[in-house]
């Protein structure tokens, strides 16, 4: 099983800069729950590093754009984090569900309960 998490944010140097400034400046508004839980102001956060780490499966990342072009057929709402088997995706963490995680301790305990533990 692979690991696609889904940014609703886009890709670019500018728009990274642009998104850190919306969650410092107005958190409440900002549109990718899966940005605040898993980055900080302008990098990854160490603990969401060290689990993703520790899965040891493969996983992938993308922004709202780029998985619109590599995956059209699939209409999730982003942010979410999906799981891929057999060529075909399945949402593990919803839109709505990453709406009320408050940080990566309680989004991993969800990875890990709904992916059976770390791959290792």
């Known amino acids: 099983m692979k690991l696609v998490f889904v940014y609703n944010a886009e890709a670019g140097l500018v728009r990274g800069i642009m998104d850190s400034i919306h969650k410092l400046v107005s958190p409440s508004t900002y549109k990718c729950d899966l940005c605040a839980i898993t980055y900080g102001l302008t990098r990854m956060k160490d603990d969401w590093r ?11 990342f993308f922004h709202r754009t780029d998985f619109r072009q590599v995956w059209p057929g699939i209409d999730v709402q982003l942010p979410a984090i999906l799981a891929q088997e057999n060529g075909a995706l399945k949402v593990l963490v919803s839109a709505t569900e990453l709406a009320h995680i408050d940080d990566v301790s309680q989004l991993v305990a969800i990875l890990e309960d709904r992916c059976g533990g770390a791959q290792t």
């Open 50 to 60: 060290a689990w993703l780490e520790q899965f040891g499966g493969p996983v992938q």
